[in-house]
C-alpha cells in the first residue's frame, strides 16, 4: 500500500469521526491536498516536533480544517508527506494567514530541501463507526 493511499485511509477515519462530513453532503467541495516535503536528513527531529505542533494547534482551534496528517516513509524518513483535509478554499487561504502557520514556516524555512504541493479530488472518505 502507497503512502498516498495510507494518508487517505487515515484521512477518512479522521473526517468521518470528527466532523462527519462525507463527500458530496456539502454545499462547497472540499479543499484537498498532499504537501511533498525533502527534509535535511540531520534537521528531521526538530522538523518533526514543529510539524507536530503546527497541525495540533491548526486542528484544535481552527473550524476548518478537517483533517492533517503527516507521515514519512520508512526507507527515507526525511521524506515526508502532509496530508491536509480543508472545509473549503476559504478555510485553506485563512489557515496560511494564522499565527501557528506563518510561525511553523519560519521555524522549517531552512530545514526544508524542498516542497511540493499537490491538489487533490476527494472520491470517497469512509470510516469505522465510534
Same mark, same amino acid.
Given at each position: 500500500m502507497s503512502i498516498s493511499q495510507l494518508l487517505l485511509i487515515g484521512a477518512s477515519v479522521l473526517t468521518a469521526a470528527v466532523s462527519g462530513v462525507a463527500?458530496?453532503?456539502?454545499?462547497? @467541495? $472540499?479543499?484537498?491536498?498532499? +504537501? &511533498?516535503? &525533502?527534509?535535511?536528513p540531520a534537521q528531521l527531529e526538530s522538523y518533526k516536533a514543529a510539524v507536530a505542533e503546527q497541525i495540533e494547534t491548526a486542528t484544535r482551534?481552527? @473550524?476548518?480544517?478537517?483533517?492533517l496528517y503527516a507521515v514519512s516513509e520508512n526507507d527515507n524518513p526525511a521524506r515526508v508527506r502532509v496530508f491536509e483535509i480543508y472545509r473549503d478554499q476559504d478555510a485553506y487561504r485563512s489557515h496560511l494567514e494564522t499565527i501557528h502557520f506563518k510561525t511553523y514556516k519560519a521555524t522549517v524555512e531552512k530545514m526544508v530541501r524542498s516542497l511540493k $504541493?499537490?491538489? /487533490? /479530488? @476527494?472520491? +470517497?472518505?469512509? +470510516? $469505522? @463507526?465510534?
Open positions: 463527500a458530496g453532503a456539502g454545499t462547497q @467541495p $472540499l479543499y484537498v491536498q498532499e +504537501a &511533498e516535503i &525533502e527534509v535535511d482551534v481552527e @473550524p476548518g480544517v478537517i483533517a $504541493l499537490i491538489r /487533490t /479530488t @476527494p472520491i +470517497a472518505f469512509g +470510516a $469505522l @463507526p465510534k
